[in-house]
């Protein structure tokens, strides 16, 4: 039983540490977004009460164009995320329910397409949206966005819609209901946990994206938040503060989501996993 104990408490004992180790950055970051430049360098980890400012978020707030930004950021975010759940939701009700040789390789393959690392296909999307007069423009992003983020999405709701019992599309199909019917009437109110994990999941990435966004919008015309806080991160000095204060201001709405969404989103994975 004391062997037991001890064990216990060694356990517990490096949970803790890789929760202090975790939380150590975002400690970092969040008071040095409220100190001086000299003292971030200088005492990085001590919070200087005395020279306590909050003029990091004011500059922020005026030279970064964060009111544009986050505009442009929750625009891209947003319909991304319609497009990607109308599309996505209604791919997984067929790669579920639907069985046929052509559904089972159109399953595969869009597994297959999980693995493939997006900075491969970085300079084929350029090319391709140059040619379709879709660079420089925030639906170039939302598009992209959209079929990058579309076969994670579809396996998630394909794994839930088939852990659903057969029973309730077959008393649907005998009152009467059509294919669509079934799909908005029985299996969309049912939806709402993959949803709450896809909006989060692929919401959170689009929200934080950099690559995409800086190699497909001109920084100076259709800002996005990552690509403003980027701009102070210099070749030879480096704001810290205005960085960090960027970082805290770019992540309270996704933080507020994820907050509102938790339960679901915990529910949404462990119902995913549990068929497909």
Known sequence: MEKKKILTILSELCLLICTVVCWLPVYYFVISAFKLRKDIVKYPLHIIWER?????????????????????????????????IGVSSMAGFALSRIKGKFFRVYYRANVALMVVPFISCLLSLVILSTKLNLYNTVWGCIFIHTAWHLPFCAFLYAGFMGSLPVELEEAAYIDGCSTFQVYFQIFLPLLAP??????????????????????????????????????????????????????????????????FLRKYFIKGLTAGAVKG
């Open 52 to 84: 306590f400012t909050v003029d990091n978020f004011s500059y922020v707030w005026k030279n970064m164009k964060l009111a544009q930004s986050l505009f442009n950021t929750s625009f891209i975010t947003i319909v991304t995320l319609m497009f990607l």
């Open 194 to 259: 993959i949803t709450a994990t896809c909006c989060i999941r692929s919401g959170i990435t689009i929200w934080n994206d950099f690559l995409l966004s800086s190699t497909l919008l001109n920084s100076a015309r259709k800002p996005t938040l990552m690509v403003g806080i980027n701009s102070f991160f210099g070749e030879y000095v480096s704001e810290y503060g205005y960085a960090f204060a960027g970082i805290i201001l770019a992540s309270l709405p996704i933080s507020i989501l994820f907050i």
